[in-house]
């Protein structure tokens, strides 16, 4: 594989993006301000609870949770929403005539397309990790771990949305379905230590919540306990298994897939 | 008037087509609001498992500012958004010449190229439905009166809300693009507006999201005046004089904005 190709593609959509200075400026307000008004958000919760809430360490949370989410397009599904609208448009018929691999071509024309989102996130993980610095070597390790684990899970939940268009065409519905359920259920909206402890426990052996929950978490972790071996093994199970499955799901739908025009 | 009446059947008539074209997808669209209003009160069920208030608001005063909250987003985001993307995708690539160049009133049609009616009730009824039985209505006090200046006010924050966001997107006339500058108001909108109570805001922010940016009129103030926290008539009086000042303001700059639109294309 020509990496140098692929990161000329990355260059070239990152340049197509770059064309509009005030609209670059306001796509970095935007991130901000999100952040922001996040921040605002859970310092009114703090001041109505029931017990005392640590705003900085709850601020910090989220800063990690989204930038990993961003970084790994789990909330967004850019990839995904690449694949989407390549199909939708028919564009994809361009792409199948080319010497590229397609899912390394759209990997990276998304990357190229959103990567001043990723510069951002890069810098949000970055303020996060340092108001919630790692507890040691175990933590970091325990972090890279699940962020490898995070990777696999989010490149094919992205790859599944894109699968899934070759067979119905427009799937906006079911994306946004699967975005509301992740968003929740991940703890990328409220942190999964604010659910009951039964449901906490069941949403843990599913992959949901190792997309962005759980690495996070394992930045708190001074040891490898049985819960975190467990955690690490139904990671890992989940990432290899669904891996596997939406490969092959997409290997099926694009030998059905049917273009007209172009 | 007759024009523009037959001019919006053929629209609404047009986006009923281009929305029911993907049967799957209808039914994906239904799913997606279900599962975002189920998701969105379990999160304001685990919230209040941990609060007591959310900015003096209850759980059911909370879920009444959403239900007003989601009015406001189909109206939005299922309409006019669209419509306003498209008009800043029309200027880029010039095409706004195909309009400019017909006998049809441009403003009109901007804000009414697409009417999705069916679309945003098949969308809409579902999530209003949920929330409405997710309400404990016993739990809150409503007097008539308030309900009826509440609902004149959501009216004229949704009416307020598309003006702002189409001021917003007009300098794509004077810079080619704006769609992340529409989008920045927007999340400035959804979030001052729409996560958190009106009373969540300091006395400084209350002034500027409700006369300057004014994302807190259509949730909300509305959402108090209804439950009785702020006074009925002044917040009508404010809502109505900062539409009128924003729908001047939308005849003034696209009247402007067309003088300095240039194509180089079609």
């Given at each position: 594989?020509?990496?140098?190709?692929y990161?000329?593609?990355?260059?070239?959509?990152?340049?197509?993006?770059?064309?509009?200075?005030?609209?670059?400026?306001?796509?970095i307000?935007?991130y901000?301000?999100?952040?922001?008004f996040?921040?605002?958000?859970w310092?009114?919760?703090?001041?109505?609870a029931?017990?005392?809430?640590?705003t900085?360490?709850?601020?910090?949370?989220f800063?990690?949770?989204?930038?990993i989410?961003?970084i790994?397009m789990?909330?967004?599904t850019?990839?995904?929403?690449?694949?989407?609208k390549?199909?939708?448009?028919?564009?994809?018929?361009?792409?199948?005539?080319?010497?590229?691999r397609l899912?390394?071509?759209f990997?990276?024309?998304?990357i190229?397309?959103?990567?001043?989102?990723?510069?951002?996130s890069c810098?949000?993980l970055i303020?996060?990790?340092?108001?919630?610095?790692?507890?040691n070597?175990?933590?970091?390790?325990?972090f890279?771990l699940?962020?490898?684990?995070a990777?696999f899970?989010?490149?094919?939940?992205?790859?599944?949305?894109?699968?899934l268009?070759f067979?119905l065409?427009?799937?906006?519905?079911?994306?946004n379905?699967?975005?509301?359920i992740?968003?929740?259920?991940?703890?990328?909206?409220?942190?999964?230590s604010?659910?009951?402890?039964?449901?906490?426990?069941?949403?843990?052996?599913?992959?949901?919540p190792?997309?962005?929950y759980?690495p996070v978490t394992?930045l708190?972790?001074?040891?490898?306990t049985s819960e975190?071996?467990?955690?690490?093994?139904?990671?890992v199970?989940?990432?290899?298994?669904?891996?596997?499955?939406?490969?092959?799901?997409?290997?099926?739908?694009?030998?059905?897939?049917?273009?007209?025009?172009? | 008037?007759?024009?523009?009446l037959?001019?919006l059947?053929a629209?609404i008539?047009?986006?009923?087509?281009?929305?029911?074209?993907?049967?799957v997808?209808n039914?994906?669209n239904?799913?997606?609001?279900?599962?975002?209003?189920?998701?969105?009160?379990?999160?304001?069920?685990?919230?209040y498992q941990?609060i007591n208030?959310?900015?003096g608001?209850?759980?059911?005063?909370?879920?009444?500012?959403?239900l007003?909250?989601?009015?406001w987003?189909?109206?939005?985001?299922?309409?006019?958004?669209?419509?306003f993307e498209?008009?800043?995708?029309?200027?880029?690539?010039g095409?706004?010449?195909?309009?400019?160049?017909?006998?049809?009133p441009?403003?009109f049609?901007t804000?009414?190229?697409?009417?999705?009616i069916?679309?945003i009730t098949?969308?809409?009824?579902?999530?209003?439905?949920?929330?409405?039985?997710?309400?404990?209505w016993s739990?809150?006090?409503?007097?008539?009166?308030?309900?009826?200046i509440g609902?004149?006010?959501?009216i004229?924050?949704i009416?307020?809300?598309?003006?702002?966001n189409?001021?917003?997107?007009?300098p794509?006339?004077?810079?080619?693009?704006?769609?992340?500058?529409?989008?920045?108001?927007?999340?400035i909108?959804?979030n001052?507006?729409h996560?958190?109570p009106?009373?969540?805001?300091n006395?400084?922010?209350?002034?500027?999201?409700?006369?300057?940016?004014?994302?807190?009129?259509?949730s909300g103030?509305?959402?108090?005046?209804?439950?009785?926290?702020l006074?009925?008539l002044?917040?009508?009086a404010?809502?109505l004089?900062?539409?009128?000042?924003?729908?001047i303001?939308?005849?003034?700059?696209?009247?402007?904005?067309?003088?300095?639109?240039?194509?180089?294309?079609?």
């Amino acid at each position: 594989m020509d990496l140098s190709l692929y990161l000329k593609i990355v260059k070239f959509n990152f340049l197509v993006y770059l064309t509009y200075p005030l609209e670059i400026a306001a796509y970095i307000a935007k991130y901000f301000v999100r952040i922001v008004f996040l921040f605002v958000f859970w310092n009114i919760v703090a001041q109505g609870a029931k017990y005392e809430i640590d705003t900085k360490e709850l601020f910090s949370y989220f800063l990690l949770t989204t930038s990993i989410s961003d970084i790994l397009m789990n909330d967004n599904t850019n990839l995904g929403r690449t694949i989407r609208k390549a199909v939708l448009r028919n564009n994809i018929s361009q792409v199948l005539i080319k010497p590229v691999r397609l899912i390394g071509f759209f990997y990276a024309q998304t990357i190229g397309m959103f990567s001043l989102r990723l510069i951002l996130s890069c810098i949000s993980l970055i303020i996060g990790l340092i108001l919630n610095p790692p507890q040691n070597l175990v933590s970091i390790f325990l972090f890279i771990l699940f962020i490898i684990e995070a990777f696999f899970i989010s490149f094919s939940y992205n790859l599944f949305e894109g699968a899934l268009s070759f067979v119905l065409t427009e799937v906006t519905g079911i994306k946004n379905t699967m975005h509301h359920i992740t968003r929740v259920l991940s703890g990328q909206l409220v942190p999964l230590s604010f659910f009951p402890e039964t449901i906490k426990n069941i949403l843990l052996l599913t992959p949901i919540p190792i997309m962005a929950y759980t690495p996070v978490t394992a930045l708190k972790q001074t040891e490898i306990t049985s819960e975190i071996l467990i955690q690490l093994i139904v990671g890992v199970v989940w990432s290899v298994l669904i891996t596997f499955l939406v490969l092959k799901f997409w290997k099926k739908t694009l030998k059905k897939y049917d273009a007209a025009g172009n | 008037m007759k024009y523009r009446l037959n001019l919006l059947k053929a629209i609404i008539k047009n986006s009923f087509y281009q929305d029911t074209a993907h049967f799957v997808n209808n039914w994906g669209n239904i799913l997606s609001v279900v599962a975002y209003m189920l998701t969105n009160i379990l999160f304001i069920d685990i919230i209040y498992q941990n609060i007591n208030t959310l900015a003096g608001y209850q759980r059911d005063e909370m879920l009444l500012f959403s239900l007003l909250s989601q009015i406001w987003f189909f109206i939005l985001l299922g309409i006019f958004y669209k419509n306003f993307e498209i008009l800043i995708q029309s200027v880029n690539n010039g095409q706004l010449d195909l309009i400019l160049s017909k006998p049809i009133p441009s403003l009109f049609y901007t804000f009414f190229r697409n009417l999705n009616i069916f679309g945003i009730t098949r969308d809409a009824m579902p999530s209003i439905i949920i929330l409405w039985l997710a309400i404990d209505w016993s739990n809150i006090q409503i007097e008539t009166f308030s309900l009826f200046i509440g609902i004149i006010i959501l009216i004229l924050g949704i009416a307020c809300s598309i003006l702002f966001n189409f001021l917003v997107c007009l300098p794509v006339f004077w810079i080619g693009e704006s769609l992340s500058i529409i989008d920045l108001a927007f999340t400035i909108e959804d979030n001052a507006g729409h996560v958190f109570p009106f009373e969540g805001w300091n006395d400084f922010w209350k002034v500027v999201f409700t006369a300057f940016l004014p994302a807190a009129i259509a949730s909300g103030i509305s959402t108090s005046v209804i439950l009785g926290k702020l006074p009925a008539l002044e917040m009508l009086a404010v809502s109505l004089i900062v539409t009128i000042i924003f729908l001047i303001l939308v005849n003034v700059l696209w009247k402007l904005a067309l003088k300095n639109y240039t194509s180089a294309s079609s």
